[in-house]
T-cell receptor, first 110, second 114 residues
Framework: DADVTQTPRNRITKTGKRIMLECSQT?????MYWYRQDPGLGLRLIYY???????NKGEISDGYSVSRQAQAKFSLSLESAIPNQTALYFC?????????FGPGTRLTVL | DQQVKQNSPSLSVQEGRISILNCDYT??????FLWYKKYPAEGPTFLIS?????DKNEDGRFTVFLNKSAKHLSLHIVPSQPGDSAVYFC?????????????FGTGTRLTVIP
């Protein structure tokens, strides 16, 4: 089984809808991250969490919110999705210098 | 502004030859650098890293070189194999032990031709 899992893997939604992307990890790491990847822009950090009580905005947090329900779970929400949030979203954990990524969620907002 | 840049979006190399992937950065506070490899439909996976106190780190077929004065690093793969075909991301951090996070480049798609 994968150490970092994301659900759903693919999602198509409409403008204005609320969407939640979920991330779970079995690695026991405290630090968790949400990134988005866009063509030509690489990975950009949306939010990160150092533990259940510590959540921080990243480089591009506008339009997103997160919830750290437990050490193992970190969810990303789009309260009112818009087309420019169409992207590939990655969750990651961190241990020391290394980040461990989930397989990604491809989100399309029509 | 993109603090970590990979100016070559793609690279094609014959199997057995050397692949050289380049990365430039602008923030002089970066002191730790990593390369990640990404296959389609998978998340990036860690490949190799280097601290700013070194100028070279080698792991099997993979070697990363760091030129701090030029704010440039490169990943060498020798010999290249078809299984190396993937997108490679360069990343940098300003504080490997603290709160600072990774800044990623835009990626280079490597194709190794059999």
């Amino acid at each position: 089984d994968a150490d970092v899992t994301q659900t759903p893997r693919n999602r198509i939604t409409k403008t204005g809808k609320r969407i939640m992307l979920e991330c779970s990890q079995t690695k026991g790491h405290d630090r968790m991250y949400w990134y988005r990847q866009d063509p030509g822009l690489g990975l950009r950090l949306i939010y990160y969490s150092f533990d259940v009580k510590d959540i921080n905005k990243g480089e591009i947090s506008d339009g997103y919110s997160v919830s750290r329900q437990a050490q193992a779970k970190f969810s990303l929400s789009l309260e009112s999705a818009i087309p420019n949030q169409t992207a590939l979203y990655f969750c990651a954990t961190r241990w020391g210098d290394e980040q461990f990524f989930g397989p990604g969620t491809r989100l399309t907002v029509l | 502004d993109q603090q970590v840049k990979q100016n070559s979006p793609s690279l094609s190399v014959q199997e057995g030859r050397i692949s050289i992937l380049n990365c430039d950065y602008t923030n002089s506070m970066f002191d730790y650098f990593l390369w990640y490899k990404k296959y389609p439909a998978e998340g990036p996976t860690f490949l190799i890293s280097i601290s700013s106190i070194k100028d070279k780190n080698e792991d099997g077929r993979f070697t990363v070189f760091l030129n701090k004065s030029a704010k440039h690093l490169s990943l060498h793969i020798v010999p290249s194999q078809p299984g190396d075909s993937a997108v490679y991301f360069c990343a940098a951090s300003a504080d490997r032990t603290g709160a600072n996070n990774l800044f990623f480049g835009t990626g280079t798609r490597l194709t190794v031709i059999p």
